[in-house]
């Protein structure tokens, strides 16, 4: 297994779990941006092969992937962060864009059999008032949603271009199976990043601050962490099954764009969720002053129907549990033995779910 970004939230929680399913795990990301880390806290580095890099530096992702030589490939390194987009366009779009491009062209050199799937987002869309699904147009409306819709357009290419997929079994079969993930806002223990909303929320409660608001009524698909990861697992699976039977009409399937997003009908808005925290986590909270905005769609919300249909996945924790299952994670894990313990806890509890 290869895991970009292993040092942050969403690469933590997999590594965790590949490991919890006996996998050998190279990672390759940067250091952790935050303080306190997941990766830290789960003491990961000296569990798994940990490289340090830079998406940025081809070279080095090249000696990466070929050193590991994978059969999966999970790709979730970015700079993921909207308001830091806005700080830094060029350097997200470096990192976002390029850096994709760095690890699609090291799969060239791939020599057996690789299912990749590479995580984008929700944001890949121009958000309307409908779910959005696979086939709807992109275009995100601000550097960090736009940095990602330019990825899917660069798997696409190298897709069509170098790892093709034959029309019968009798073609010649690219070594490489390409998928793209968009999965919705995630919530989950763990996540220390600024200007993320759970998060946020856990800083204030702890300081018995109020929590500041930016966009109470914004709409987005909120899902636990494990509901996504779970449909990456389910995702390259299934390609790398179609890829080594040379199933063409299944590798064709599903070697395109899926969401991985929560029900129909739980999408909510931020107002929704700050008052689902705090019924755990007795707090107030205020509503940021003018300035503090960005252009963001008001509405996001995701059509999963197509990993229902063709993956079997379907979102197992809703609304109320993610919220939850979130909020006991950050009051068990005030150390780090505890931050370990309750992921252990509730991965065990998600896959008997």
Same mark, same amino acid.
Not at 55 to 68: C, E, G, I, K, T
Not at 86 to 95: L, Q, S, V
Not at 250 to 274: I, M, Q, W
Not at 291 to 318: N, V
């Given at each position: 297994?290869?895991?970009?970004?292993?040092? /942050? $939230?969403?690469?933590?929680?997999?590594?965790?779990?590949?490991?919890? #399913?006996?996998?050998?795990? @190279?990672? $390759?990301?940067?250091?952790?941006?935050?303080?306190?880390?997941? $990766?830290? *806290?789960?003491?990961?580095?000296? *569990?798994?092969?940990?490289?340090?890099?830079?998406?940025?530096?081809?070279?080095?992702?090249?000696?990466?992937?070929?050193?590991?030589?994978?059969? $999966?490939?999970?790709?979730?390194?970015?700079?993921?962060?909207?308001?830091? =987009?806005?700080?830094?366009?060029?350097?997200?779009?470096?990192?976002? &864009?390029?850096?994709?491009?760095?690890?699609?062209?090291? #799969?060239?050199?791939?020599?057996?059999?690789?299912?990749?799937?590479?995580?984008? %987002?929700?944001?890949?869309? *121009?958000?309307?008032?409908?779910?959005?699904?696979?086939?709807? +147009?992109?275009?995100?409306?601000?550097?960090?949603?736009?940095?990602?819709?330019?990825?899917?357009?660069?798997?696409?290419?190298?897709?069509?271009?170098?790892?093709?997929?034959?029309?019968?079994?009798?073609?010649?079969?690219?070594?490489?199976?390409?998928? %793209?993930?968009?999965?919705?806002?995630?919530?989950?223990?763990?996540?220390?990043?600024?200007?993320?909303?759970?998060?946020?929320?856990?800083? =204030? #409660?702890?300081?018995?601050?109020?929590?500041?608001?930016?966009?109470?009524?914004?709409?987005?698909?909120?899902?636990?962490?494990?509901?996504?990861? =779970? /449909?990456?697992?389910? #995702?390259?699976?299934?390609?790398?099954?179609?890829?080594?039977?040379?199933?063409?009409?299944?590798?064709?399937?599903?070697?395109?764009?899926?969401?991985? /997003?929560?029900?129909?009908?739980?999408?909510? %808005?931020?107002?929704?969720?700050?008052?689902?925290?705090?019924?755990?986590? +007795?707090? *107030?909270?205020?509503?940021?002053?003018?300035?503090?905005?960005?252009?963001?769609? %008001?509405?996001?919300?995701?059509?999963?129907?197509?990993? !229902?249909?063709?993956?079997?996945?379907? +979102?197992?924790? +809703?609304?109320?549990?993610?919220?939850?299952?979130? &909020?006991?994670?950050?009051?068990?894990?005030?150390?780090?033995?505890?931050?370990?313990?309750? @992921?252990?806890? !509730?991965?065990?509890?998600?896959? =008997?779910?």
């Amino acid at each position: 297994m290869f895991v970009t970004g292993h040092t /942050g $939230f969403k690469g933590s929680w997999l590594s965790e779990w590949l490991l919890g #399913l006996g996998a050998d795990v @190279t990672g $390759f990301s940067l250091p952790p941006t935050t303080r306190p880390s997941l $990766f830290v *806290r789960l003491g990961l580095e000296k *569990r798994l092969n940990h490289t340090l890099g830079d998406l940025r530096d081809a070279s080095a992702v090249s000696r990466a992937l070929a050193v590991a030589n994978p059969d $999966f490939v999970f790709h979730l390194a970015a700079q993921p962060i909207v308001r830091a =987009a806005h700080a830094d366009p060029a350097g997200t779009w470096a990192t976002n &864009v390029m850096g994709s491009v760095n690890l699609l062209e090291a #799969l060239r050199a791939q020599k057996h059999p690789c299912a990749a799937v590479f995580v984008t %987002t929700d944001k890949v869309y *121009r958000g309307t008032r409908e779910a959005n699904a696979e086939g709807d +147009p992109l275009g995100g409306i601000d550097p960090y949603g736009g940095s990602k819709a330019a990825v899917e357009l660069a798997v696409e290419a190298w897709r069509q271009a170098f790892f093709r997929v034959p029309e019968s079994p009798k073609g010649v079969f690219p070594t490489v199976a390409l998928a %793209t993930a968009r999965s919705g806002n995630v919530i989950g223990g763990g996540d220390w990043a600024r200007d993320r909303l759970l998060p946020d929320c856990m800083r =204030a #409660l702890s300081r018995k601050a109020p929590i500041v608001v930016r966009n109470p009524a914004h709409v987005r698909p909120w899902q636990h962490v494990l509901d996504p990861l =779970a /449909g990456y697992l389910k #995702l390259a699976t299934e390609l790398h099954d179609a890829l080594d039977a040379r199933r063409a009409g299944k590798l064709a399937e599903l070697s395109g764009a899926f969401n991985f /997003g929560p029900a129909e009908y739980d999408h909510h %808005t931020v107002r929704e969720v700050v008052a689902e925290v705090l019924k755990r986590w +007795p707090g *107030r909270w205020r509503k940021a002053p003018k300035g503090h905005y960005l252009a963001e769609a %008001t509405e996001l919300r995701l059509d999963a129907s197509k990993a !229902q249909r063709l993956l079997g996945w379907r +979102p197992r924790w +809703p609304f109320d549990r993610a919220v939850e299952q979130t &909020v006991a994670w950050y009051r068990g894990a005030s150390s780090p033995s505890g931050a370990l313990k309750m @992921t252990l806890i !509730q991965l065990a509890e998600y896959t =008997a779910s």
